[in-house]
Nanobody, 121 residues
Framework: EVQLVESGGGLVQPGGSLRLSCAAS????????MSWVRQAPGKGVEWVSV????????SYADSVKGRFTIARDNAKNTLYLQMNSLKPEDTAVYYC??????????????WGKGTLVTVSS
């Protein structure tokens, strides 16, 4: 059974940093691209970032480019999102998601339950 469990969310002041983690199990983690997506209160789902199965390729939404960094440790079956210079508009539930292939062109097939990030003073 595929399981994706996010952690690391919380309350942070504007300009602060957080690192999210996503522990994966039930599949061969190193064979699939992974993403972070988010959903702000009252808004739709927004794609944030993607990383290829081996970690050599990444891509970011314009809204987070230069502030967020996606990474993975295939030995630990864990996906990360380092978030710096956080803004109130980054407030959202953050989900990790698994793709069907090695890059994002195959679509997502599993999501975690999410972790809440609140950016507020």
């Amino acid at each position: 059974e595929v399981q994706l469990v996010e952690s690391g969310g919380g309350l942070v002041q504007p300009g602060g940093s957080l690192r999210l983690s996503c522990a994966a199990s039930g599949f061969t983690f190193s064979s699939y691209a992974m993403s972070w997506v988010r959903q702000a209160p009252g808004k739709g789902v927004e794609w944030v970032s993607v990383i290829s199965n081996g970690g050599g390729s990444t891509s970011y939404a314009d809204s987070v480019k230069g502030r967020f960094t996606i990474a993975r440790d295939n030995a630990k079956n864990t996906l990360y999102l380092q978030m710096n210079s956080l803004k109130p508009e980054d407030t959202a539930v953050y989900y990790c998601a698994k793709y069907r292939g090695t890059w994002y062109d195959h679509g997502m097939d599993y999501w975690g339950k999410g972790t809440l990030v609140t950016v507020s003073s």
